[in-house]
């Protein structure tokens, strides 16, 4: 079984910047895909960004293309959301997920196992 644990959210100011990261433990990391999901209070949970588990291909939710970057590191079973640009409407609370499939990413993953969350807030 694949835990994962999130970390690095916190309060900021609108125009601000975060990194996320989520270590997994339990499995082979390399063999999988991973993603980043959000919830907001009142909504439902929302993909973020995905990335193969390579790490050769990515993919974002049109909301946070070019403000967010997904990224990994295999060696150190970590991965990693830098999230620039923020706005108060990214406020949520932030999940990692991960996807058993070794594949490209050309869309949201299926998350077969998910981290406890981490809270992003956005102050106007």
């Known amino acids: 079984q694949v835990q994962l644990v999130e970390s690095g959210g916190g309060l900021v100011q609108a125009g601000g910047s975060l990194r996320l990261s989520c270590a997994a433990s339990?499995?082979?990391?390399?063999?999988?895909?991973m993603g980043w999901f959000r919830q907001a209070p009142g909504k439902e949970r929302e993909f973020v960004a995905a990335?193969?588990?390579?790490?050769?291909?990515?993919y974002y939710a049109d909301s946070v293309k070019g403000r967010f970057t997904i990224s990994r590191d295999n060696a150190k079973n970590t991965v990693y959301l830098q999230m620039n640009s923020l706005k108060p409407e990214d406020t949520a609370v932030y999940y990692c997920?991960?996807?058993?499939?070794?594949?490209?990413?050309?869309?949201?993953?299926?998350?077969?196992?998910w981290g406890q969350g981490t809270q992003v807030t956005v102050s106007s």
């Open positions: 997920a991960v996807e058993l499939k070794v594949s490209a990413v050309r869309g949201p993953i299926a998350g077969d196992y």
């Open positions: 339990g499995g082979t990391f390399s063999n999988y895909n």
């Open positions: 990335i193969s588990w390579s790490g050769g291909s990515t």
